[in-house]
């Protein structure tokens, strides 16, 4: 005390330096090896200048386009009717990085082999930092294949996959890329959209206006926004502009915007549409269709944002434990701390694995029937199981930081708030489980390649292979499920087969995750892997010194 500045009454110790920056790319081995296996080494460039950006400046700009939330302008100061979200300055900078680097549109604008992989791993660098912005990023990447659909909006879909973003109020004539939005739920169907009640009244040339409303629009101040709506023969799928293509607003009125628990920098909204101009896409009648692709894609998106808050959440943890001491020794050399860490590793690499295979079978579905039908059916598996996951496992992590890991200044509370979102949008847990049972129903061959990638495994641990035997059953169509048991027979397929990813990919996570995971021996909450495991390897490969 005797060296302290004057009135100083204690010094800052047993703190560990600030987290960033860090090369969110170069420090995520598990990442980097599943890109490789996926095809999209060849984007490895890209990718490393992303996660550069991505853990640097990006971190930094996140906390105040987070904080500053977005706010409703619906008149200008003349009474004008304006209907203008307005969004701190650090929000577009983001985005503009975004949209420049490809997270929006790198598969569709440089469409070589491994471009969705590419993408999906700059989606996923990219929601660790800025989740909220992920919102309008996701949308206008899975746009571009409904857009296809109508010749007449080509100009749409190259300008949604551009690298460019405008963030400002004006027609699309006047912009080199756009963002787009999606509008499907309304207040008394959520995800039964077949009961939406806004309608379509055509007025020529697969022109409509439309009428009604949507109770969650997200990303309100996109160019323009897919929605479902009752034409004459069915409910249909739109591009509704937020301008007239004939110039001045379209009758788009935004009501008021969302009071969320998360996704703070993202504004999301209640609508209603006044006659608003829409042009048709695919046929009356088969808007559920017409979607659909842009659906799975989302859905994608969704199994990567967790992911990634769960990689940054570890990350986190893991750098807090190597620098604070407690008890005259770092946090990560106490046994139980080490058990946490290791635990949350292997669950991170394994949601990793998951994601990125995925968009591995994506990216080869239209010349490999295999990968079209395993990506059919694991995107809902996925996206059931690893949203499912996150918000446990971020909490975990907030607890090793302790009471540091509870406010503002760290990342963590922000990505807790938003951990349960990916499980709640396009589609919450029981519409995947029910997907699932509705593939394996009407599509056989969805089963059939499940089952062939869990056999790529066999062999390599007797629990996995045990679970492989009950599982087989099921996915061949000899056994007969039931609605009420696909959450535990979905949660299972995933177990195993995140344990065959591990094992094909020879990662040191595969023998603790089946152990635990496949095996029972593991408990309830994270930190209970079997005391004998060599967690060594999986610590120290989860982030470079």
Same mark, same amino acid.
């Given at each position: 005390?005797?060296?302290?500045?004057?009135?100083?009454?204690?010094?800052?110790?047993?703190?560990?330096?600030?987290?960033?920056?860090?090369?969110?790319?170069?420090?995520?081995?598990?990442?980097?090896?599943?890109?490789?296996?996926?095809?999209?080494?060849?984007?490895?460039?890209?990718?490393?200048?992303?996660?550069?950006?991505?853990?640097?400046?990006?971190?930094?700009?996140?906390?105040?386009?987070?904080?500053?939330?977005?706010?409703?302008?619906?008149?200008?100061?003349?009474?004008?009717?304006?209907?203008?979200?307005?969004?701190?300055?650090?929000?577009?900078?983001?985005?503009?990085?975004?949209?420049?680097?490809?997270?929006?549109?790198?598969?569709?604008?440089?469409?070589?082999?491994?471009?969705?992989?590419?993408?999906?791993?700059?989606?996923?660098?990219?929601?660790?930092?800025?989740?909220?912005?992920?919102?309008?990023?996701?949308?206008?990447?899975?746009?571009?294949?409904?857009?296809?659909?109508?010749?007449?909006?080509?100009?749409?879909?190259?300008?949604?996959?551009?690298?460019?973003?405008?963030?400002?109020?004006?027609?699309?004539?006047?912009?080199?890329?756009?963002?787009?939005?999606?509008?499907?739920?309304?207040?008394?169907?959520?995800?039964?959209?077949?009961?939406?009640?806004?309608?379509?009244?055509?007025?020529?040339?697969?022109?409509?206006?439309?009428?009604?409303?949507?109770?969650?629009?997200?990303?309100?101040?996109?160019?323009?926004?897919?929605?479902?709506?009752?034409?004459?023969?069915?409910?249909?799928?739109?591009?509704?502009?937020?301008?007239?293509?004939?110039?001045?607003?379209?009758?788009?009125?935004?009501?008021?915007?969302?009071?969320?628990?998360?996704?703070?920098?993202?504004?999301?909204?209640?609508?209603?549409?006044?006659?608003?101009?829409?042009?048709?896409?695919?046929?009356?009648?088969?808007?559920?269709?017409?979607?659909?692709?842009?659906?799975?894609?989302?859905?994608?998106?969704?199994? !990567? $944002?967790?992911?990634? @808050?769960?990689?940054? *959440? #570890?990350?986190?943890? %893991?750098?807090? &434990? =190597?620098? +604070?001491?407690?008890?005259?020794?770092?946090?990560?050399?106490?046994?139980?701390?080490?058990?946490?860490?290791?635990?949350?590793?292997?669950?991170?690499?394994?949601?990793?694995?998951?994601?990125?295979?995925?968009?591995?079978?994506?990216?080869?579905?239209?010349?490999?029937?295999?990968?079209?039908?395993?990506?059919?059916?694991?995107?809902?598996?996925?996206?059931?199981?690893?949203?499912?996951?996150?918000?446990?496992?971020?909490?975990?992590?907030?607890?090793?930081?302790?009471?540091?890991?509870?406010?503002?200044?760290?990342?963590?509370?922000?990505?807790?708030?938003?951990?349960?979102?990916?499980?709640?949008?396009?589609?919450?847990?029981?519409?995947?489980?029910?997907?699932?049972?509705?593939? !394996? $129903?009407?599509?056989? @061959?969805?089963?059939? *390649? #499940?089952?062939?990638? %869990?056999?790529? &495994? =066999?062999? +390599?641990?007797?629990?996995?292979?045990?679970?492989?035997?009950?599982?087989?059953?099921?996915?061949?169509?000899?056994?007969?499920?039931?609605?009420?048991?696909?959450?535990?027979?979905?949660?299972?397929?995933?177990?195993?087969?995140?344990?065959?990813?591990?094992?094909?990919?020879?990662?040191?996570?595969?023998?603790?995750?089946?152990?635990?995971?496949?095996?029972?021996?593991?408990?309830?909450?994270?930190?209970?892997?079997?005391?004998?495991?060599?967690?060594?390897?999986?610590?120290?490969?989860?982030?470079?010194?």
């Amino acid at each position: 005390m005797d060296t302290l500045p004057p009135f100083a009454t204690h010094r800052v110790e047993n703190q560990p330096p600030p987290f960033a920056p860090r090369d969110l790319w170069r420090d995520d081995h598990a990442l980097r090896e599943a890109v490789e296996r996926e095809g999209g080494a060849g984007f490895a460039e890209n990718l490393a200048a992303y996660g550069a950006l991505a853990g640097g400046e990006l971190y930094e700009l996140s906390f105040d386009a987070h904080r500053d939330k977005p706010r409703l302008r619906n008149f200008d100061a003349y009474g004008h009717r304006i209907d203008r979200v307005e969004f701190h300055p650090n929000y577009h900078a983001i985005m503009g990085h975004a949209v420049g680097h490809g997270v929006a549109g790198l598969s569709w604008h440089d469409p070589r082999p491994g471009s969705h992989v590419a993408r999906a791993a700059l989606s996923y660098l990219h929601h660790q930092v800025e989740p909220g912005t992920s919102c309008p990023l996701t949308m206008t990447h899975a746009s571009v294949p409904v857009l296809r659909h109508a010749p007449a909006l080509h100009e749409w879909m190259r300008k949604a996959a551009a690298p460019h973003y405008d963030g400002r109020d004006v027609g699309y004539g006047d912009k080199a890329g756009l963002t787009l939005g999606m509008g499907m739920t309304e207040k008394q169907g959520g995800s039964d959209v077949r009961s939406n009640q806004t309608v379509a009244t055509p007025i020529g040339n697969d022109e409509y206006e439309l009428v009604g409303h949507k109770w969650f629009f997200s990303a309100p101040m996109s160019d323009g926004f897919l929605v479902l709506a009752q034409a004459p023969g069915g409910l249909s799928c739109f591009l509704m502009p937020r301008w007239h293509p004939h110039g001045g607003k379209n009758a788009l009125r935004l009501m008021r915007l969302k009071d969320k628990l998360g996704d703070w920098s993202n504004a999301s909204s209640e609508v209603e549409f006044l006659g608003a101009w829409a042009q048709r896409i695919g046929e009356e009648g088969r808007g559920v269709a017409t979607i659909i692709e842009m659906v799975m894609l989302t859905r994608l998106d969704c199994m !990567l $944002g967790s992911a990634g @808050e769960m990689r940054m *959440a #570890l990350a986190q943890a %893991l750098h807090h &434990a =190597r620098h +604070r001491r407690s008890f005259g020794k770092p946090l990560i050399e106490h046994a139980l701390m080490r058990n946490v860490i290791a635990d949350l590793a292997i669950e991170s690499e394994a949601a990793t694995a998951l994601a990125i295979r995925v968009a591995g079978a994506i990216d080869r579905a239209p010349s490999s029937a295999h990968d079209a039908a395993f990506a059919r059916i694991a995107t809902a598996i996925g996206k059931f199981w690893i949203c499912k996951r996150a918000p446990a496992f971020v909490n975990e992590a907030q607890e090793c930081l302790g009471g540091a890991g509870y406010v503002e200044e760290s990342i963590l509370p922000r990505l807790y708030r938003q951990a349960p979102l990916n499980s709640i949008w396009e589609g919450s847990g029981n519409i995947q489980c029910l997907d699932v049972l509705r593939a !394996l $129903g009407r599509e056989p @061959e969805a089963g059939r *390649a #499940l089952l062939v990638e %869990l056999e790529r &495994a =066999r062999g +390599r641990d007797d629990a996995l292979d045990a679970r492989i035997d009950e599982l087989a059953p099921a996915l061949t169509g000899t056994a007969q499920l039931h609605e009420a048991q696909m959450r535990v027979f979905v949660e299972r397929l995933a177990l195993a087969l995140q344990a065959a990813l591990l094992f094909v990919a020879d990662s040191p996570a595969a023998v603790g995750f089946c152990r635990s995971r496949v095996g029972g021996a593991h408990g309830l909450g994270f930190g209970t892997l079997p005391y004998d495991l060599e967690l060594d390897a999986i610590v120290a490969r989860s982030l470079p010194v």
